[in-house]
């Protein structure tokens, strides 16, 4: 019995998925390097870590070593909706749009190794920017702060890697939905910097209502997880005339029910990415 072996017309043995994947992620870097955007994000990467410094090392108030990182990890959130519009909001639609599909698409890959290849080279850029980020933080945090580091920091970076992941998978599925880059590049960012945010307040700020299924609620643990101790929900009253009275709500993710969340987004959406990618096909 002779194996089934794939082969193209020359008859060589053709790559297999994996390897596949692995070529389209490593082409995918290439772009990231040519068209600048890496270079661009660290470059802004550089910038936010240099006014927190400065802003820091200014401040009046002595800093520990874990208070000096929780200056800098509340802008982590910053980084990962950059680093998933860049590289995640026209992942997809860029094939199609750019007509650079009709070169990538009839050849013998399956279009699930071109979405894991372009999914692994996102990550991968969004990893390099956050280590990039975190070591910095650690870095200057035992130069300007006192005292001792605790393991909250690697807990807080686990929590950014798995909410920059989540990001990513949702750029994703706004990328294979969309036509145009422009617009999907514009919607991921706002999606995840404006919409997110401010339906969250009004269900739970406003409205009293714990936002735990809000993923930019869940991705906030980053941040929270490094305050000793860890925050609790409570709720403000402000008495804005006689009689009358306006309340707040201030409410705090759970750890693990965030962790839950994340990575429900993130599963259901880059599965929901593939099966729009394999349906679309290249129009006219």
Not at 119 to 136: G, K, N, R
Not at 193 to 209: D, R
Not at 217 to 246: C, H, K, N, R, W
Request: cysteine-free.
């Amino acid at each position: 019995m002779v194996a089934n072996v794939s082969s193209n017309s020359t008859g060589r043995a053709l790559p297999s998925d994996i390897q596949q994947s692995w070529v389209i992620a490593k082409y995918d870097v290439l772009k990231y390097l040519r068209s600048r955007r890496l270079l661009g994000i660290l470059v802004i990467e550089a910038l936010v870590l240099a006014l927190i410094t400065v802003l820091v090392s200014t401040a009046d108030r002595p800093y520990t070593v874990d208070g000096v990182i929780e200056q800098y990890v509340g802008f982590t959130s910053i980084m990962i909706i950059l680093g998933a519009t860049l590289f995640g909001g026209d992942a997809i639609v860029s094939e199609y749009q750019g007509r650079t599909g009709y070169l990538l698409f009839p050849n013998p890959v399956k279009k699930s190794s071109i979405m894991a290849g372009k999914f692994v080279s996102s990550v991968a850029a969004m990893t390099l920017i956050l280590l990039v980020y975190y070591a910095v933080t650690i870095v200057a945090a035992f130069i300007l702060g006192d005292g001792s580091m605790s393991n909250r920091v690697f807990a807080s970076l686990g929590l950014a890697l798995l909410y920059g992941i989540t990001a990513l998978s949702v750029a994703f599925l706004i990328s294979s939905v969309m036509k145009g880059s422009t617009g999907a590049l514009i919607l991921t960012f706002a999606l995840f910097f404006l919409i997110f945010s401010i339906v969250t307040s009004l269900i739970g700020q406003l409205g009293g209502i714990k936002p735990w299924f809000m993923l930019d609620f869940a991705g906030s643990t980053l941040s929270y997880v490094m305050a000793d101790p860890y925050p609790v929900d409570s709720t403000l009253s402000f008495e804005i005339a006689p009689g009358q009275a306006f309340t707040t709500y201030l409410f705090y993710p759970e750890i693990g029910l965030s962790i839950a969340v994340m990575a429900v987004y993130a599963v259901a959406s880059i599965v929901l990415a593939y099966v729009f990618f394999r349906r679309r096909e290249m129009s006219a």
